[in-house]
């Protein structure tokens, strides 16, 4: 008898742990249709602005603000749109191959890629961030100061927009 419980334990265990890594890596993740124009924000500019592209390939979640990821294709000057400061490209599934996190962590911090604003606040919170490289561009949402601190439960720092009721 005991013998089957442990063989129970140890399957129910394993399966368990299958379906956890099942559900963070596939089932949340919906691929998202062809676009053929994102949202850049110029510099200086009050709003986004549509910017066409090629090739898109991005993936979103509703279950969390900031699992959506995008890649492609683009021909706009980095220089004339918003720079974003503290860029941090957020991990992919491996099987959304064209979004590499550390590789992109590496251009940005060597200087072959520039952070741009893509959409700010586009959640309370959260702002849609592109990198741009050898006319490539690859996008991530990430969350700002103000939404660190609201999501924290803490004060908002000065110039961010009012929170959102509970």
């Known amino acids: 008898m005991g013998r089957f419980l442990v063989v129970l334990l140890v399957l129910s265990t ?47 979640s509703d279950s ?41 962590t590496l251009a940005l911090e060597s200087g072959q890629a520039q952070a741009v604003m893509g959409v700010s606040n586009i959640r309370y919170g959260v702002d849609r961030v592109v990198a741009m490289m050898d006319g490539r561009g690859y996008s991530w949402q990430q969350i700002n100061p103000c939404g660190l601190a609201h999501f924290d439960g803490d004060p908002v720092p000065p110039g961010c927009p009012p929170p959102p009721e509970r």
């Open 14 to 60: 394993a399966l368990a742990g299958a379906g956890v890594w099942y559900f963070q890596v596939y089932a949340f993740y919906d691929e998202l249709p062809a676009q053929d124009s994102v949202h850049l924000t110029p510099m200086g500019a009050l709003a986004p602005q549509d910017f066409a592209v090629r090739n898109f390939q991005g993936i979103d």
């Open 64 to 104: 969390s603000p900031i699992r959506y990821r995008a890649c492609f294709d683009i021909d706009v000057d980095a220089g004339a749109l918003t720079p974003y400061a503290n860029a941090t490209p957020m991990f992919a599934p491996d099987w959304f191959g064209c979004f590499d996190a550390a590789a992109l």
